[in-house]
């Protein structure tokens, strides 16, 4: 085996990403770059009824949105390809290994056909019928085999498990793990279209591209016995396993597509940022030794030991995924924020306005850039508000007092022409330290009056300012009225 470290991620082109297979891609990655060895990309096409045009563009896609780029695949030929199983097939080395296996008594010829597969008896495993074969053919003779094969009878190939003894295999989480071997069934090798099974593709594949490393969710473990005897019986080391553990959502169910983002894809739609998704999902099962949760990629490859991945399940919280990508937005380059919230701006303010201030106010208020929204929607159009709005404890204001207030600034405002935030609250700033009231007392009303709403990403005169001198009349003028006021 290579002394260099070199990992695989080797997703089936079925759709998108799901959470859980980018976590096992950024572990791979991560424990790849950390000691300085290879990250390869290998497609696994070989199951044809689960292709989906167009998705190994996704595969692409999504690795190098979330900065996995590998350093060997389809693309970047290191020496190992073919890196897509289906023309691995085309060369023949699954049935030559596979062959292989025959001849040292490892595997057999099946030639069962479908009526007697199914009479057999079948157990349940984990929820599932799982049928167990008998080895009917392993009884078979060379004459007889050879026999069948040129008269053109349909086969598989299947692994040669024994009834009796046990198997062992080492995982670096779990520890030593060992089943009885009459637990395991005789799994399909070859498939009767000539096609290798998910299984056995994988274990060539991987000792052929000298993979030292395999991380995987821990629902393959009930498999990882079969690999292991794969590779006991060509004689090959066996990699590094690890095992991740579930996924679940808050409900401590496992992540389901029905989830709503239990994607790449769905969470980027969502408006979150890939750094922060890979940042969070880094934390699906592995904790740094340093007390923190904020990660760039480079501080990850540094920190990630993967003897500090948890056996337990981890929880995809979804708040705490927005939490984190509001710290990430918060520490955004303003020219990039902008860049990024302006198709999120322009998809509510169609008024000539100046966005990249409005940017500037909600950066540090939102957590997902369609949050955005409900921060600016005001600035388009005033929204209809109840007058209680008027009335807050804290500010002493009633709606007598704002009516008061509002009516007394007026006329300020109507002559004021320097419609800029500092010249404003000098303007009102004159007229609280006349009044002898606090700030609130008077700024409350106003921002009341010129939004409509309880909250905003900016005081009375920034919204003033952005509104300009017409649309803040006319807007303060509605608030009179709505507190039975006459202009």
């Known amino acids: 085996m290579s002394e260099t470290i070199r990992t695989r991620y080797a997703p089936s082109p079925t759709g998108r990403m799901h959470v859980g297979n980018l976590r ?10 950390h000691e300085g060895g290879a990250f390869l990309l290998r497609i696994e096409d070989t199951d044809q009824e689960r292709y989906v045009e ?3 563009d996704i595969i692409y896609r999504t690795l190098e949105t979330a900065g996995l780029l590998h350093d060997e695949g389809p693309d970047k030929d290191g020496g190992f390809g073919p890196y897509v199983q289906s023309e691995r097939m085309k060369t023949g080395i699954y049935m030559e290994y596979a062959k292989k296996l025959v001849e040292k008594g490892e595997a057999y010829y099946c030639f069962c056909d479908k009526e007697r597969l199914e009479s057999l008896r079948t157990e349940v495993v984990e929820g599932k019928e799982i049928m167990l074969y008998d080895k009917h053919c392993l009884g078979l003779s060379r004459a007889e085999v050879e026999e069948k094969l040129a008269a053109g009878v349909p086969f598989v190939i299947r692994q040669n498990i024994p009834n009796e003894g046990t198997t062992t295999f080492h995982d670096e989480l779990y520890g030593d793990i060992t089943v009885e071997n009459a637990e395991l069934d005789d799994m399909i090798l070859i498939k009767s279209d000539g096609y290798p099974t998910y299984n056995f593709a994988n274990v060539v594949d991987d000792h052929t591209m000298n993979i ?3 991380v995987r969710g821990n629902e393959y ?5 079969k690999y292991q005897r794969l590779y006991d019986a060509f004689g090959w080391e066996s990699p590094v396993y690890i095992h991740l553990p579930l996924i679940t959502d808050e409900t401590h169910k496992k992540l389901s597509k029905r989830s709503g983002h239990s994607s790449f894809e769905d969470l980027l739609e969502q408006g979150f940022l890939p750094e922060a998704v890979v940042n969070y999902i880094a934390l699906l099962g592995w904790s740094p030794e340093e007390n923190r949760e904020i990660f760039t990629l480079d501080e ?3 920190q990630f030991d993967y003897r500090r991945i948890s056996k337990s399940p981890a929880v995809f919280d979804y708040t705490k995924l927005k939490w984190m990508n509001g710290e990430y937005l918060k520490a955004m380059d303003p020219e990039r924020f902008f860049e990024l919230a302006e198709p999120y701006l322009r998809a509510v303010i169609h008024r000539d306005l100046d966005l990249k201030k409005i940017a500037a106010m909600v950066q540090t208020r939102i957590e997902i850039f369609p949050d955005i929204a409900e921060h600016i929607d005001f600035f388009e159009a005033l929204p209809e508000y109840d007058a209680a709005m008027y009335t807050h404890k804290k500010m002493k204001t009633t709606a007598e007092t704002s009516l008061a207030v509002l009516c007394d600034v007026l006329p300020l405002l109507e002559a004021q022409e320097d419609y800029s935030n500092d010249a404003l609250y000098a303007l009102l700033g004159g007229y609280v330290a006349e009044k002898g009231v606090k700030n609130g007392y008077v700024m409350w009303p106003l921002r009341t009056a010129v939004s409509g709403k309880q909250m905003t990403p900016g005081g009375a005169t ?11 009349i006319a807007r303060i003028k509605a608030g009179i009225a709505k507190l039975g006021g006459n202009v």
């Open 300 to 302: 990850l490859i540094e």
């Open 212 to 214: 030292t490393h395999v």
């Open 54 to 56: 167009g998705a190994v």
């Open 24 to 33: 096992s891609a950024l572990y791979e990655f991560l424990i790849a770059k």
């Open 221 to 225: 473990l009930s498999s990882a016995p």
């Open 462 to 472: 920034e919204l003033m300012e952005l509104l300009g001198k017409d649309e803040s």
